[in-house]
């Protein structure tokens, strides 16, 4: 199954900075999800974007989708301490067959106080 | 409060000892997920359950049993668990029947297998 890989694979900013994390993938998308896990925690949803949708925003996020590349971007802004966890992208498969998410391997946000 | 919850949250045992990790979620969600979650690897999906008494394979269901009698819990079995499947195991609901909406999940079960 097609995977989204998300790049850096670690981020260390300054509180109070932007962090922008990236999630490439291989084939055609129905939607994209991004999710946030703090160590050793169960994930939770931050937001969901359509494949006929270019930007969304959600308070200190914006996810943007481009089709044409394959990529999806994740903008915090004005990181918190609190931001500090990993990041996750999710795609499912194309058309009404697929019924899976699927995960990349996640970008490691630091944010130091 | 909506939750997934899942028991044991921490548990060590040996090779070959069958047990079972429970999965209960009180959103009336048609769809259940099992993931796995190892180092370097990711989430990695199990089994998972667009309805009741419907399962199928996710990438990796070797050495795993579910089972849906119920809408609200969706087990997973190891029948005789070894070493390579220790690892941190989530369980997830969406109210999507695809699976492919918003997932909730729950807190994450350790395994240990010695």
């Known amino acids: 199954s097609q995977q989204g890989e998300e790049d850096p694979q670690a981020l260390s900013i300054q509180e109070g900075e932007n962090a922008t994390m990236n999630c490439s993938y291989k084939?055609?998308?129905?939607?994209l999800q991004w999710y946030r896990q703090n160590s050793g925690r169960g994930l939770v949803h931050l937001i969901l974007i359509r494949s006929n949708e270019r930007e969304k925003h959600s308070g200190r996020l914006r996810v943007t989708l481009d089709t044409s590349k394959k990529s999806s971007s994740l903008l915090i802004t004005a990181s918190r301490a609190a931001d500090t966890a990993s990041y996750f992208c999710?795609?499912?498969?194309?058309?009404?067959?697929?019924?899976?998410?699927?995960f990349g391997k996640g970008t490691k946000l630091s944010v130091i106080p | 409060e909506a939750q997934v919850t899942q028991n044991p949250r921490y548990l060590i045992t040996v090779t070959g000892k069958k047990l079972t990790v429970t999965c209960s979620q009180n959103?009336?969600?048609?769809?259940m997920s099992w993931y796995r979650q190892d180092p370097g690897l990711g989430l990695r999906q199990i089994y998972y359950s667009m309805n009741v008494e419907v399962t199928d394979k996710g990438d990796v269901p070797e050495g795993y049993k579910v089972s849906r009698k119920e809408k609200r819990n969706f087990p997973l079995i190891l029948e005789s668990p070894s070493p390579n499947q220790t690892s941190l195991y989530f369980c997830?609901?969406?109210?999507?029947?695809?699976?492919?909406?918003?997932?909730?999940f729950g807190e994450g079960s350790r395994l240990t297998v010695l």
């Open positions: 084939t055609s998308i129905n939607n």
């Open positions: 997830a609901s969406s109210l999507s029947q695809g699976g492919t909406g918003e997932l909730f």
């Open positions: 959103m009336n969600h048609e769809y």
């Open positions: 999710a795609t499912d498969g194309p058309g009404a067959g697929s019924y899976q998410l699927t």
